[in-house]
């Protein structure tokens, strides 16, 4: 009974082991050449600390902006820092106030969005950049909150 192959050409008996290296060699480049070029998740900036405070300032470029927005659901509070024709605002100073009392945390947001760890309670968050100054009041430790700021 002949043999039947799924080429549709005939190798040498003597070549067709030789045939068969080179298909899978090839194709395991082809695999290999595919992971290379696959996009590789963007990873959130390091976490720096202000007090009780923990958090990751970042947002530059589509990749990282695209990772934060995302990580935003496991933060219990994120900023977000835009001028008013919707373009991203960096550079922004921050200040955040217990209002049970307790220290300011500053930290200077070096990207658009802030993703913030800090403990349950009622915060002043204080903003400025672009020459504008923009306060808000926000309880934190039920579900995520987002504030966004427009300058």
Not at 29 to 43: E, H, I, K, N
Not at 92 to 101: A, L, M, S, Y
Not at 121 to 139: D, F, I, K, M, P
């Amino acid at each position: 009974m002949p043999v039947l192959s799924p080429f549709p050409f005939r190798l040498p008996r003597r070549l067709a082991p030789l045939g068969l290296c080179a298909l899978l060699a090839s194709g395991a480049s082809a695999v290999q050449a595919q992971a290379d070029s696959a996009p590789r998740p963007a990873v959130l900036p390091p976490v720096q600390t202000a007090g009780a405070l923990h958090y990751q300032c970042g947002g530059i470029g589509t990749d990282e902006s695209t990772a934060m927005r995302a990580a935003m659901k496991d933060y219990p509070l994120s900023l977000l820092f835009a001028r008013a024709d919707g373009a991203y605002e960096a550079n922004v100073d921050v200040r955040i106030t217990p209002q049970g009392g307790g220290d300011a945390m500053q930290l200077r947001a070096g990207g658009p969005v802030c993703l913030l760890q800090l403990p349950a309670g009622s915060y002043r968050v204080e903003v400025q950049g672009a020459g504008q100054n923009h306060s808000r009041t926000v309880q934190v430790g039920r579900a995520p909150q987002t504030l966004d700021f427009r300058f």
